[in-house]
């Protein structure tokens, strides 16, 4: 069955940095786009970022455009989130997801992972 891993997350100072990954198992992952998604404390979950099958193509939320990268590596199975200049308003438990369809952009999303907590101080 399809199972997503995110790691990565932790307590860090605003204007620092993290790198979030999310391991993916039980499905062909070279042939899926994959996304990232956050829910901070009493909101609703939010698009971050997503990307394209081969990594050519990715979209952004502008709350994070600029200073967020999403990337993946197929050969590993992994798709990453590169957190920098990182703001207090980025604390929010960050999901990896999945869609159960082939193309671009995902018309939604159908795996998610547990989440992983960021926590950004000021």
């Known amino acids: 069955q399809v199972q997503l891993v995110e790691s990565g997350g932790r307590l860090v100072q605003a204007g620092g940095s993290l790198r979030l990954s999310c391991a993916a198992s039980g499905f062909i992952f070279s042939v899926y786009a994959m996304g990232w998604f956050r829910q901070a404390p009493g909101k609703e979950r939010e698009f971050v970022a997503t990307?394209?099958?081969?990594?050519?193509?990715?979209s952004y939320a502008d709350s994070v455009k600029g200073r967020f990268t999403i990337s993946r590596d197929n050969a590993k199975n992994t798709v990453y989130l590169q957190m920098n200049s990182l703001k207090p308003e980025d604390t929010a438990v960050y999901y990896c997801?999945?869609?159960?369809?082939?193309?671009?952009?995902?018309?939604?999303?159908?795996?998610w992972g547990q989440g992983t907590q960021v926590t950004v101080s000021s």
């Open positions: 990307i394209d099958r081969s990594g050519s193509s990715t």
């Open positions: 997801a999945a869609p159960s369809q082939l193309g671009w952009p995902p018309l939604g999303y159908n795996y």
